[in-house]
């Protein structure tokens, strides 16, 4: 046998004999649905005879045929009444499982069961409902409306690599069709909530309406994504619409799963325990630092891969910096509690980040991962789980917790067919090509090459992809690469950041000569292009298609 849970209630399996029964009733089941028509196959015992075997071992049984590849609405019916009657937990059985799976699921989207839940348990259990995606998407019911829109390049996710990829798609082909799909009403420049939590930028000064900023000509379809058919070139929208693509742009960034530390949501904005990892916190973060004169300061780093991995520290840098000159931070400690063994994943910058660590006189807490919160006792859990040591859990009293959380990709991309074994999307890290679809691109935080996931990063991938996708237009194989480049300013104190920029393997890829910027120590000129240049770059030169020190590189093709 080979049973597969979906739930406490049901699990699913391929053909079942009479002999089997013993061992199905020894697991716990307490009754059996089968869902294969009598006579489908050469070998299979019908469903009189395993009736029959199920009653001695006490199992209730019930029959609710289904031809394969022909799940109905009537099915769906018939399957939902059988489950009515049935004690848990129960096994449905077909000739793959498949159908049984299948009917789970369309039953369950009538019930109001997420997608992403539903597509989340069955692939779990090994079976991939994509297929019948759209039809979960309508509440299990077959859609009735064909009328689908279609685009020449659709793109999922409106933020930094979405719009900066449509914008540098029309300078290059301006005839093509392009939608991006988003249901958000407000973009954000993310890179500048650091310096929101910092007191240099208002919080206003990051965010613009969506509107404003998708690029002229380009349709703007305000809706959330719930599943791709890639076998279809589509893209299932929430209320079962259906937008079709002859290319797909997938780019809809991380999701902050806030809920993975427990009590952790019910206490953000207050407790003392802030994050600059939203828009709305950020302001606490300062107001919290202004406040602060005593006590225990703690900055918190979850598990890789997460955006922007050195805004955890920066958070702490500034704060410390902001403690020297008022003359408090001898009476503050500070401790940077960091899942991970290193302080920064490329070595080169470490030596200048430990000179401000030692200054600030900040205790480096490694291996130490946040796994609780409990706001009104200001008490914080982590596990600790270090190299050869068994791990343990340790509890730390805090005054003030600055918490980046661990990170994931979106549900909806998890369980589709464009994700890898990790849930994120799987391409090419040169040309951001699907590994499996050539139609497809991705880039930004969601995909799955090995670099570090900045704002930064987005504005090398999106030439990229659009350089690729229109060569793919004109017929031609990848004309562009991506060498891996990200940047992560370390604001290390107000005024002087070191100015990390790097590629894939840790290469450095600085953009300034080394007698201007030395990237390796602080400098007061890399701050000033953190604070004044950089942002007038995203919304007037990245969102507009101007490909500022952006330029798509040619691809290298290697000698035979």
Same mark, same amino acid.
């Given at each position: 046998?080979?049973?597969?849970?979906?739930?406490?209630?049901?699990?699913?399996?391929?053909?079942?004999?009479?002999?089997?029964?013993?061992?199905?009733?020894?697991?716990?089941? $307490?009754?059996?649905?089968?869902?294969?028509?009598?006579?489908?196959?050469?070998?299979?015992?019908?469903?009189?005879?395993?009736?029959?075997?199920?009653?001695?071992?006490?199992?209730?049984?019930?029959?609710?045929?289904?031809?394969?590849?022909?799940? @109905?609405?009537?099915?769906?019916?018939?399957?939902?009444?059988?489950?009515?009657? /049935?004690?848990?937990?129960?096994?449905?059985?077909?000739?793959?499982?498949?159908?049984?799976?299948?009917?789970?699921?369309?039953?369950?989207?009538?019930?109001?069961?997420?997608?992403?839940?539903?597509?989340?348990?069955?692939?779990?259990?090994?079976?991939?409902?994509?297929?019948?995606?759209?039809?979960?998407?309508?509440?299990?019911? @077959?859609?009735?409306?064909?009328?689908?829109?279609?685009?020449?390049?659709?793109?999922?996710?409106?933020?930094?690599?979405?719009?900066? @990829?449509?914008?540098?798609?029309?300078?290059?082909?301006?005839?093509?069709?392009?939608?991006?799909?988003?249901?958000?009403?407000?973009?954000?420049?993310?890179?500048?909530?650091?310096?929101?939590?910092?007191?240099? =930028? &208002?919080?206003?000064?990051? &965010?613009?309406? +969506?509107?404003?900023?998708?690029?002229?000509?380009?349709? %703007?379809?305000?809706?959330?994504?719930?599943?791709?058919?890639?076998?279809?070139?589509?893209?299932?929208?929430?209320?079962?619409?259906?937008?079709?693509?002859?290319?797909?742009?997938?780019?809809?960034?991380?999701?902050?799963?806030?809920?993975?530390?427990?009590?952790?949501?019910?206490?953000?904005?207050?407790?003392?325990?802030?994050?600059?990892? $939203?828009?709305?916190?950020?302001?606490?973060? %300062?107001?919290?630092?202004?406040?602060?004169?005593?006590?225990?300061?703690?900055?918190?780093?979850?598990?890789?891969?997460?955006?922007?991995?050195?805004?955890?520290?920066?958070? +702490?840098?500034?704060?410390?910096? &902001?403690?020297?000159?008022?003359?408090?931070?001898?009476?503050?400690?500070?401790?940077?509690?960091?899942?991970?063994?290193?302080?920064?994943?490329?070595?080169?910058?470490?030596?200048?980040?430990?000179?401000?660590?030692?200054?600030?006189?900040?205790?480096?807490?490694?291996?130490?991962?946040?796994?609780?919160?409990?706001?009104?006792?200001?008490?914080?859990?982590?596990?600790?789980?270090?190299?050869?040591?068994?791990?343990?859990?340790?509890?730390?009293?805090?005054?003030? +917790?600055?918490?980046?959380?661990?990170?994931?990709?979106?549900? =909806?991309?998890?369980?589709?067919?464009?994700?890898?074994?990790?849930? %994120?999307?799987?391409?090419?890290?040169?040309? /951001?090509?699907?590994?499996?679809?050539?139609?497809?691109?991705? /880039?930004?935080?969601?995909?799955?090459?090995?670099?570090?996931?900045?704002?930064? &990063?987005? $504005?090398?991938?999106?030439?990229?992809?659009?350089?690729?996708?229109?060569?793919?237009?004109?017929?031609?194989?990848?004309?562009?690469?991506?060498?891996?480049?990200?940047?992560?300013?370390?604001?290390?104190?107000?005024?002087?950041?070191?100015?990390?920029?790097?590629?894939?393997?840790?290469?450095?890829?600085?953009?300034?000569?080394? =007698?201007?910027?030395?990237?390796?120590?602080?400098?007061? /000129?890399? %701050?000033?292009?953190?604070?004044?240049?950089?942002?007038?770059?995203?919304?007037?030169?990245?969102?507009?298609?101007?490909?500022?020190?952006?330029?798509?590189?040619?691809?290298?093709?290697?000698?035979?």
């Amino acid at each position: 046998m080979d049973i597969r849970k979906i739930t406490d209630d049901i699990s699913v399996s391929p053909q079942i004999t009479a002999a089997d029964l013993p061992a199905i009733a020894k697991a716990g089941f $307490r009754a059996i649905i089968c869902n294969r028509p009598d006579g489908e196959g050469a070998d299979q015992p019908g469903f009189a005879e395993i009736r029959e075997a199920a009653t001695k071992q006490g199992l209730q049984a019930a029959y609710v045929p289904v031809q394969s590849g022909m799940v @109905t609405d009537a099915d769906v019916d018939a399957f939902a009444e059988a489950l009515k009657d /049935l004690p848990r937990p129960v096994l449905g059985y077909c000739r793959t499982g498949t159908r049984s799976a299948t009917l789970w699921s369309l039953n369950q989207a009538r019930a109001r069961r997420p997608l992403p839940e539903i597509l989340a348990a069955t692939r779990a259990a090994g079976y991939d409902m994509a297929g019948v995606a759209r039809r979960i998407a309508n509440g299990g019911k @077959t859609p009735t409306d064909a009328a689908d829109a279609s685009f020449d390049v659709v793109i999922v996710g409106a933020g930094a690599g979405g719009i900066a @990829t449509a914008a540098s798609l029309r300078r290059r082909k301006p005839e093509l069709s392009i939608a991006v799909i988003d249901p958000a009403d407000v973009h954000y420049y993310q890179p500048g909530w650091t310096l929101v939590g910092g007191g240099v =930028f &208002a919080p206003e000064q990051t &965010a613009r309406t +969506m509107g404003s900023l998708i690029p002229q000509g380009v349709k %703007w379809i305000k809706a959330a994504v719930a599943a791709f058919e890639p076998q279809n070139d589509a893209v299932i929208l929430d209320g079962c619409r259906v937008v079709k693509y002859g290319r797909l742009v997938v780019c809809p960034g991380l999701k902050l799963d806030w809920g993975a530390v427990a009590g952790l949501e019910e206490t953000l904005g207050r407790n003392g325990v802030t994050s600059n990892y $939203r828009y709305d916190l950020a302001p606490y973060t %300062w107001q919290l630092v202004q406040e602060m004169t005593r006590g225990r300061a703690i900055f918190t780093q979850p598990p890789m891969p997460i955006k922007c991995a050195g805004a955890p520290q920066k958070a +702490m840098y500034l704060s410390a910096d &902001a403690w020297l000159r008022r003359g408090v931070l001898k009476d503050i400690e500070i401790h940077f509690m960091n899942a991970g063994g290193v302080l920064f994943g490329v070595k080169d910058y470490v030596p200048a980040l430990m000179e401000y660590v030692e200054k600030y006189r900040a205790s480096l807490d490694f291996f130490h991962n946040l796994v609780a919160v409990d706001g009104p006792a200001r008490k914080a859990t982590f596990r600790v789980a270090k190299p050869d040591t068994a791990p343990e859990e340790v509890t730390v009293e805090f005054d003030m +917790m600055h918490v980046c959380p661990p990170q994931t990709a979106p549900d =909806f991309i998890r369980v589709s067919p464009l994700a890898d074994a990790a849930g %994120w999307v799987d391409v090419d890290q040169a040309t /951001l090509r699907h590994k499996h679809f050539n139609n497809i691109w991705s /880039l930004g935080d969601v995909m799955n090459a090995p670099n570090a996931k900045t704002a930064a &990063a987005a $504005r090398k991938q999106a030439p990229t992809v659009a350089e690729n996708i229109a060569a793919d237009i004109d017929g031609r194989g990848p004309a562009a690469q991506y060498d891996g480049y990200g940047s992560c300013p370390l604001t290390v104190e107000r005024g002087k950041i070191v100015l990390a920029e790097f590629g894939y393997g840790g290469v450095l890829k600085p953009s300034f000569p080394r =007698f201007l910027i030395d990237g390796t120590r602080p400098s007061r /000129l890399s %701050w000033l292009l953190k604070e004044r240049i950089l942002p007038p770059v995203y919304w007037r030169a990245m969102l507009k298609g101007r490909e500022w020190l952006a330029r798509p590189e040619p691809l290298k093709v290697a000698a035979e």
